[in-house]
């Protein structure tokens, strides 16, 4: 994910905290600690009081202007997200867009995961469900982007949406040669073939994208932050369980929990094929970003899991 000159970047948005904090009168800068875990977006923590963050990787996209948005959405709720959000897209002080919000208690879940016992790590699974839960019940009157720009549309319907959202990714993943004419083909093919399936979705909920524990804070086994709206978008919040699907976790005794804490036990045939179209879209998103940032061999390997799948769609 990183670039070869990302600590070259690192040292340039670093450089324009002082000033981006006197922009929106919050002191002078103490002290600065940077965020040695995120790899995408350079972060830094500011006075244990702020947390900055740079779109460095994908400045074409409105990330934080969909993550403004949700911010600012979901202040009044219960569920825990910063009050404190400033979004600067200036280009004043960096070249990039600039996401500064108040620093939230807690540890990452997922860092925190060997820490805790069986009994714990059920409770907080379970935390995380019924937070994800909540989140999904706001409500939006179109499908789609959540931000004022960006390369996807708002849309009436969901499907609409979902193939508009697929032919951007497979144009991006044949442009970068990924894929072929054969292979696009065959992936239009089972849209159609699920298209039904996808018309059933009529309400437009907030979806996370990348809900998972390395995402939430949490203390005491209370989720005490929900980060990382990058992605977002309003559709069909099935959307938010393509990871959680599976009874191959990524992390032991989450899943059964997580699904308890969102009142859900296992997914029904309808709700699987649309997840399997889901899981489709985002592996396509996945081998671009792979090739574009990831080793050789990584690409190489998103690439095989979506070849695989694709392959499998066409035959059940």
Request: charged share 30%; proline share 3%.
């Given at each position: 994910m990183r670039t070869h000159n990302h600590l070259e970047i690192k040292k340039l948005c670093e450089q324009s905290i002082a000033p981006l904090m006197n922009k929106y009168n919050l002191g002078e800068v103490k002290n600065i600690k940077m965020d040695t875990e995120g790899w995408v977006n350079p972060c830094f923590f500011v006075n244990q009081s702020f947390v900055f963050r740079f779109n460095a990787r994908d400045p074409q996209l409105p990330k934080y202007q969909r993550e403004?948005?949700?911010?600012?959405?979901?202040?009044?709720?219960?569920?825990?997200?910063?009050?404190?959000?400033?979004?600067?897209?200036?280009?004043e002080h960096i070249g990039f867009d600039v996401l500064i919000t108040e620093m939230l208690p807690g540890t990452n879940i997922e860092s925190d995961w060997k820490n805790l016992s069986i009994d714990q790590?059920?409770?907080?699974?379970e935390e995380a469900g019924k937070n994800l839960f909540k989140l999904n019940q706001h409500l939006f009157d179109f499908f789609g982007e959540l931000s004022s720009s960006g390369p996807l549309p708002r849309t009436k319907t969901w499907p609409d949406y979902l193939k508009a959202k697929l032919s951007?990714?497979?144009?991006?993943?044949?442009n970068l040669k990924i894929i072929d004419e054969s292979v696009e083909a065959n992936i239009w093919k089972i849209f159609e073939t699920h298209f039904l399936e996808l018309s059933l979705v009529t309400s437009s909920n907030l979806v996370h994208v990348d809900y998972h524990l390395g995402n939430l804070l949490h203390h005491n086994l209370k989720v005490t932050a929900v980060l990382d709206f990058e992605w977002a978008f309003a559709g069909d919040p099935l959307y938010d369980f393509c990871r959680w699907r599976s009874h191959e976790e990524d992390l032991a005794n989450s899943r059964d929990a997580?699904?308890?804490?969102?009142?859900?036990?296992?997914?029904?045939?309808?709700?699987?094929?649309?997840?399997?179209?889901?899981?489709m879209i985002r592996n396509i998103e996945l081998c671009s970003v792979a090739k574009l940032h990831f080793s050789e061999n990584e690409a190489?390997?998103?690439l095989s899991i979506t070849i695989q799948q694709i392959n499998k769609l066409s035959v059940s």
């Open positions: 403004f948005f949700v911010f600012n959405l979901l202040k009044k709720s219960d569920i825990p997200v910063p009050q404190i959000v400033y979004l600067d897209d200036s280009k790590r059920i409770k907080v699974s951007f990714h497979l144009n991006e993943a044949m997580f699904l308890k804490g969102y009142k859900k036990t296992e997914f029904s045939t309808s709700e699987l094929k649309r997840m399997d179209i889901y899981q190489e390997e998103y």
